[in-house]
């Protein structure tokens, strides 16, 4: 999941996405953290307009678990929104591979 575009980029951001997970408490940083934990849970989540979306529980470098939902556009991957995770989805989380 760590295949860069020509210019080098992973993460597409722009200001709606930006703005979007910041509203909801986290920055971009700690979204891309997050999608790429080695121990992340993802799983297939919903379509919009023929566009697929994944939804997936990773942790960032502190240890803070998040919720995430983002796209893949090309090479790039698009977070759509992104969240703590709650309480059970943090122990679902902790739980993965046992």
Do not use: C, Q
């Amino acid at each position: 999941m760590s295949t860069k575009d020509e210019d080098g980029t992973l993460f597409d951001w722009d200001e709606g996405n930006v703005s979007h997970v910041r509203d909801n408490g986290i920055e971009p940083h700690e979204a891309e953290e997050a999608v790429l934990d080695p121990g992340r849970v993802s799983e297939s989540a919903y379509n919009i307009s023929g566009e697929r979306r994944w939804a997936l529980l990773g942790a960032t470098e502190p240890g803070d678990v998040l919720f995430i939902v983002y796209t893949r556009r090309g090479s790039r991957i698009r977070v759509v929104t992104g969240r703590s995770a709650s309480d059970r989805e943090k122990r679902r989380y902790r739980k993965r591979g046992k």
